[in-house]
């Protein structure tokens, strides 16, 4: 074995065992955004956006606003039944994730600036109660659009 290939095998080590203490209780949240997508609204009214946040952190955390290009009047829904609400905020649990799709928690956008289409691409701004904000970049899809599992 040379010199250099020992000093990779430390360093994998090494990186290995931080990867361990993320996993302690007292590491703090750790969010992944993945999924984002918006059907293509019907009118300039409202739009309607999903995606998931992956919590791979020790720490609870929550989503607590957004902020868009598209509108200013962004805010967080979750369903219940046929009747959707407006929440202040989302739980992102440790080691798990906050999952808005269809007919379920959605972000809601009121009075949009323009119409996006098929192929646009806007700009939101998550907020959380822990975390620094996160930026995404969210398609817009077909009006039908469903993500594939
Ligand atoms: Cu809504």
Do not use: W
């Not at 379920?104 to 975390?131: C, R, W, Y």
Request: charged letters at 20%; proline letters at 6%.
């Amino acid at each position: 074995m040379n010199r250099r290939t020992a000093t990779a095998l430390a360093l994998t080590a090494a990186s290995a065992l931080a990867l361990a203490g993320c996993d302690s209780a007292d590491s703090g949240p750790e969010l992944k955004v993945t999924g984002a997508y918006m059907p293509q609204p019907v009118t300039q009214k409202m739009a309607g956006a999903f995606l998931v946040v992956e919590n791979t952190g020790g720490t609870d955390d929550k989503l607590t606003s957004v902020t868009s290009d598209l509108a200013d009047d962004v805010s967080i829904h979750k369903t219940t039944g046929n009747k959707m609400e407006q929440v202040n905020s989302l739980p992102i649990p440790a080691h798990e994730e906050l999952t808005l799709s269809r007919g379920g928690n959605h972000l809601m956008f009121m009075g949009l600036k323009k119409k996006p289409s098929a192929g646009d691409k806007i700009t939101v701004e998550l907020h959380f109660g822990t975390s620094d904000p996160v930026k995404v970049e969210v398609p817009v899809k077909d009006a039908a659009y469903t993500p594939k599992k």
